[in-house]
């Protein structure tokens, strides 16, 4: 997911695999052997397959036209061999490619079942995906903007991590965070956390207020109950970019610090760590918010531990900021899908592992006013 609204485009039909082909060759070789044999071996039998090898990949029409075909090919070839056709063991071949046909059209549609009933829950859980990690915006105000998820999951589409950015009367927020654990569990609270985030990012002028608001919506909404996860906790960054532009300010939930990307290299910026949302009543003394100034020039990463956390064949972790520095030092100012990029594909590159965590990066830069340009000049 790029900070670029996806369209859906017509998907192309599925390419056929060789199971799809094996019926016909089935039925294509018994035939050739026929015809070499010339009626003298009854060799009619391999057809009694064909319509279980059908139904592995075909309707229940296709599977139903596939027995019926069969079935006159056998009586075909036992017609080609006087006093065949009505045999003891011709007939009971027949009946056995019939019930065998009967029960292969049964498996297909309740193949074709099987795969409608997950198209159906892609399809919500797709819409599901959507609306709580919706699609990054490529400009917020000031701000330009791109990220990406990815959950670790295979076939899962939504995980523990999560994002967001909006535009709210105190200037853009962005929040990134990753839940302990995962599960449903894990998409629970990354529905509350979002939702809260959502709602109090533009009501709540204090930064440090947010993030008390979303710790508690975890104590409301997460399920910590009977079920839930006792130590559930969401590692957070909540980030503000103030109207007046050339600074952030960021409230650290215990996530990994950002990171600064620009010409002269990468900086990791420091922050004033505190215990993450759903622990906060350990210390509750209020957040601490750090201000950096933040140049044009340079783009802001936001990442989970599913991106640093990535080893290679070593067991080294994914050195983030060295891999920045290493891109982007002395180029002209990066733009935040360039980074996103290069982070998404970079980390691939170098994680051996089979089993990835959840991946969530979010790139933010100052976009340079034309006000901006003329002062400099």
Known sequence: MTGRNVRHEPRAPTPRGWVWWLPLVAVLVDVAAEL?????????????????LAAATRGPLGTAMSTFGCLGLQMWMAARRPGHFDE????????ATTLIGIASVALAAQRERTRQHLIRANSVAEAMQRTLLRPVPPRLGPVRAAGFYEAGEGG???????????????????LIGDVRGKGLGAVQTVAAVLGSFRVSAHEWQSLSALATRLELSIARNSPAGEDGDPELFVTALVLEFP???????IVDRGHPPPLAVGPNGARRLAT???????LGALAPNGDDTTVHPLEPSEVLLLHTDGVSEARDADGVFYP????LAERFSGECA?????????????????STQSDKDDRAVLALSLAVSPDTKARRT
């Open 156 to 174: 899962t589409l939504v995980g523990g991590d999560l994002y967001d950015v909006c535009e709210t009367p105190f200037g853009v927020r962005a």
């Open 272 to 278: 004033a760590p505190g215990l993450p949302l759903g």
């Open 36 to 52: 070499i044999v010339r009626g003298r071996e009854p060799v009619s039998f391999m057809l009694v397959a064909v319509p279980a």
């Open 320 to 323: 983030v900021l060295e891999r």
């Open 88 to 95: 003891q063991h011709h007939v009971a071949m027949y009946i």
């Open 334 to 350: 990066p733009d935040p899908e360039t980074v996103v990029s290069f982070v998404r594909t970079d980390a691939d590159r170098w």
């Open 243 to 249: 109207p007046g532009g050339g600074e952030v300010r």
